[in-house]
């Protein structure tokens, strides 16, 4: 079975954040930098903080690397996003206390 480029980078990304998310390590990331990701990807759709718990804390840094991936039924077009940093960031700003 061979692969495609673009489903094996996704995998290399996803499966250890999902695992992770699976074990319940905890995320670190700056909620400052988060803040500046999330208004200049999110907002746009997004405006609504705190986070809600729709995915559930365990499953944001999944769904966080591509939306359609975790969950094929979602509205969401965003690719998802590909830095591990940035999902943190992004997890620490809509996790924290507003």
Same mark, same amino acid.
């Given at each position: 079975?061979?692969?495609?480029? =673009?489903?094996?980078?996704?995998?290399?990304?996803? %499966?250890?954040?999902?695992?992770?998310?699976?074990?319940? *390590?905890?995320?670190?990331?700056?909620?400052i *930098?988060? =803040?500046?990701?999330?208004? /200049?990807?999110? /907002?746009?759709? /997004?405006?609504?903080?705190?986070? %809600?718990?729709?995915?559930?804390?365990?499953?944001?840094?999944?769904?966080? *690397?591509?939306?359609?991936?975790?969950?094929? =039924?979602? *509205?969401?077009?965003?690719?998802?996003?590909?830095?591990?940093?940035?999902?943190?960031?992004?997890?620490?700003?809509?996790?924290?206390?507003h």
């Amino acid at each position: 079975m061979r692969l495609e480029p =673009k489903l094996l980078a996704g995998l290399v990304l996803a %499966t250890p954040l999902a695992t992770l998310a699976a074990l319940g *390590a905890p995320v670190s990331g700056d909620p400052i *930098a988060g =803040k500046a990701i999330f208004e /200049h990807i999110c /907002h746009a759709c /997004h405006a609504a903080l705190p986070y %809600t718990g729709r995915v559930g804390e365990a499953n944001i840094p999944a769904f966080l *690397a591509n939306p359609r991936r975790y969950n094929p =039924k979602t *509205a969401m077009t965003f690719p998802g996003l590909r830095s591990r940093k940035d999902i943190a960031d992004v997890i620490s700003y809509i996790t924290a206390a507003h």
